[in-house]
C-alpha cells in the first residue's frame, strides 16, 4: 500500500486507466469504514482512501480540534482490508489558499435536518469531495448510508455537475447490540455508551407505529422526542421521512406505503449521533 501526501505524488500513484473506487474518510477509521473499502474493492481494481479532517465542515463550536487524528492506526487497518493508496494530504495542499469556491447545494436538501441543526456542513462536505473527486478521479466513490442527508447531496451533485462517478451506498456497519459505528462513538463514557441504543430503538418504535397503521407523524414524532429528553437525551430531530427528497410524506403516501426513512440526531453528553431507519 502506498502512502501519500501531495496530488503529484498521489497521480505518480494513480497513473493511468486501471479502473479506481475511492473512500472518502475523516479517518480514525472502525468496522464501517473498512466495509466501505471491502465493497469499493468489490467494484474496481484499485481502491483508494483518503484521510482528511474537513475543517470547512466543522462549525467553529464543533469538534474539529479534537477530532482523533489516528493516522498510523488507520494506515495499518486500510492495508489489512486490502487498499491500494491512501491519500493523506495535509491542509496547506487541500485548501493551500482560503477556499473561496464552494459548493452551493439546494437548500431544500442542505438546509433541513442536518443542515438546519449544522448550518454550512454540507456546503463544506460538497466542497471537500469534489475536490476529492478532482484529486483522484475516481471511476466509483462508497458512501455509507449512515450519513443518509451526505449520501443523498453527493449523488444529486454527481448528478448535477455530470460527474463521470459512480456512487455506491453501503448498508451502516451496526456494533452487535444494533448501534450505528461511529468515529465519535469513541467519545462516550462507558455509561453513556450503555444508554446509546435510545437513539435507534426510537427510530425502530416510530417506524413501527407508522407501519402499524399510525399516520399522525408530527404526534409521534413529538413524543419520540419527548421520551428521549426524558432520558437525559438533547435530541435535534427524530423524523420521518421520504425517501425520495427527505420531505414529510403526505397522508396519500403514508396510506400508499411509500418508501419511507426515520431520522434522528441527538447529543448524549456531549457527542452528537446520528442514525437512521429505511422502512
Ligand atoms: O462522512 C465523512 O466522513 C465526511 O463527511 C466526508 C465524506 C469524508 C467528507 O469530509
Given at each position: 500500500m502506498d502512502l501519500v501526501h501531495s496530488v503529484a505524488d498521489l497521480r505518480r500513484a494513480l497513473g493511468g486507466g486501471t479502473r479506481t473506487a475511492l473512500v472518502p474518510t475523516m479517518g480514525n477509521l472502525h468496522a464501517g469504514h473498512l466495509d466501505l473499502v471491502r465493497i469499493a474493492r468489490g467494484q474496481a481494481r484499485r481502491t483508494v482512501a483518503s484521510i482528511f479532517v474537513n475543517r470547512?465542515?466543522?462549525?467553529?463550536?464543533?469538534d474539529f480540534e479534537r477530532y482523533p487524528r489516528t493516522l498510523a492506526r488507520d494506515c495499518e487497518q486500510l492495508a489489512a482490508a486490502g487498499?491500494?493508496?491512501?491519500?493523506?494530504?495535509?491542509e496547506a495542499t487541500l485548501y493551500?489558499?482560503?477556499?473561496?469556491?464552494k459548493v452551493a447545494p439546494p437548500p431544500e436538501l442542505a438546509d433541513i435536518l442536518e443542515g438546519h441543526f449544522r448550518p454550512g456542513f454540507f456546503v463544506g462536505v460538497c466542497t471537500v469531495v469534489l475536490k476529492l473527486f478532482a484529486c483522484v478521479q475516481p471511476d466509483v466513490a462508497v458512501f455509507g448510508k449512515k450519513d443518509y442527508q451526505q449520501l443523498m447531496l453527493l449523488r444529486a451533485m454527481v448528478r448535477q455537475f455530470a460527474l463521470p462517478i459512480e456512487v455506491v451506498a453501503a448498508e451502516t456497519v451496526r456494533a452487535d447490540d444494533g448501534l450505528a459505528l461511529s468515529?465519535?462513538?469513541?467519545?462516550?463514557s462507558a455509561a453513556e455508551r450503555s444508554q446509546a441504543l435510545a437513539l435507534i430503538a426510537a427510530l425502530r418504535e416510530l417506524a413501527a407505529a407508522v407501519r402499524g397503521g399510525r399516520h399522525d407523524i408530527e404526534a409521534l414524532q413529538a413524543a419520540a422526542l419527548g421520551d428521549l429528553r426524558a432520558r437525559g437525551w438533547l435530541p435535534d430531530y427524530l423524523v420521518v421521512r421520504r425517501?425520495?427528497?427527505?420531505q414529510p410524506p403526505t397522508a396519500a403516501q403514508l396510506a400508499a406505503g411509500k418508501p419511507l426513512v426515520a431520522l434522528g440526531a441527538a447529543r448524549l453528553g456531549t457527542t452528537r449521533l446520528i442514525d437512521n431507519l429505511e422502512f
Open positions: 470547512l465542515q466543522f462549525a467553529p463550536h464543533e487498499c491500494d493508496i491512501v491519500f493523506a494530504p495535509g493551500p489558499e482560503p477556499q473561496v469556491f468515529s465519535r462513538n469513541a467519545y462516550l425517501r425520495s427528497d427527505l
